[in-house]
């Protein structure tokens, strides 16, 4: 039988064809892990992932993150010891993040679970008294309690949006029942509520079930009158004790005194005012003021002070904020 040159390429072309059939679908897949895949030599946790495909990946990761997930939880109190149970922060791992990191890593290359760290609400700083913020940078935050003086804070407010600065207005829930469009107000200008707790009491003369009373309900009664939930406890009068503390931190607050007193309540002369914050003034200042007539005339003084003296005015929370 004499085969022609165009026979032997005939039969060339069919045993092509026939190997194609046999061989194609794992060329495919061989090219689409090569094309798509993770490169070659990548590792996940020490774990060899090269040539897996995205959804593959998937089942992985999800596989590792059950074992890397830590669960949250509050700080607490022993009321039995006192004893302070520090917080744990939880993580969880970000599969997608993971994923995405990957197919984007570099042939031979380590990747680590992309994590996400879950905060706690309640930490151990809930459980201390705070006299003054961090001292790494030169802001302060200044405080207002109310419980009176209805008539000084318009005046307040102007001078306070004149220089474009956000106080901190701790007022009391029986004030706030009492004027709520004033106390909406000063929330609607964007300053931070406080809880001044529901009525002036002396809370270091109170059991645990009083202080979360008077706490709880200056939370309801302010939160009804500004739409705004406080996250800071400044006890009336200053008077506390470490239960006082306790109990607060238990309901998310972190309790806040002072670093400047300007005991304006005593109406001093403004002049007075002014020099007792010029005095103590410091990096991480807590500066306690209250709607008086000699504050409102001090305070344009006490603000210009503070821009010439380099310091930001900000809130009590972003003062405090980690």
Not at 111 to 117: F, H, K, S
């Amino acid at each position: 039988m004499i085969i022609t040159k165009r026979g032997i390429v005939l039969i060339a072309l069919v045993f092509l064809i026939f190997a194609l059939g046999l061989l194609g679908p794992g060329l495919y897949k061989t090219a689409q892990r090569t094309l798509y895949g993770v490169k070659t030599g990548v590792t996940l946790e020490g774990q060899l992932v090269q040539g897996l495909l995205e959804q593959e990946l998937y089942d992985v990761v999800a596989s590792l993150a059950e074992a890397s997930y830590v669960e949250a939880s509050n700080a607490s109190c022993n009321w039995q010891t006192g004893e302070i149970t520090a917080e744990i922060v939880g993580q969880l791992v970000d599969v997608k993040g993971t994923v995405d990191a990957l197919l984007a890593a570099p042939a031979q290359s380590k990747v680590d679970l992309v994590t996400v760290l879950i905060l706690p609400s309640i930490t151990s700083a809930h459980f201390e008294a705070i006299y003054r913020g961090p001292t790494t940078e030169p802001r302060v935050a200044l405080m207002i309690n109310v419980d009176w003086g209805d008539e000084f804070i318009p005046g307040m407010l102007e001078v306070f949006a004149h220089y474009g600065v956000s106080a901190t207005w701790f007022p009391t829930g029986r004030w706030a029942k009492a004027s709520p469009s004033l106390a909406k107000t000063i929330a609607q200008a964007g300053h931070e509520i406080g809880n001044h707790g529901g009525w002036h009491g002396s809370a270091s003369g109170m059991s645990r079930t009083e202080t979360a009373r008077l706490i709880q309900e200056g939370e309801d009664l302010i939160l009804e009158a500004t739409g705004q939930r406080p996250q800071v406890f400044a006890p009336p009068s200053g008077d506390f004790n470490q239960q006082t503390v306790a109990v607060a931190a238990e309901l998310g607050y972190k309790t806040v005194l002072w670093t400047v007193d300007t005991v304006d309540w005593q109406r001093p002369a403004p002049t007075v005012i002014i020099d007792r914050v010029k005095a103590k003034i410091v990096n991480g200042a807590l500066v306690l003021m209250h709607p008086t007539k000699p504050t409102l005339e001090a305070l344009p003084v006490i603000l210009d002070y503070l821009v010439q003296r380099g310091f930001q005015s900000v809130t009590v929370t972003e003062l405090l904020a980690d």
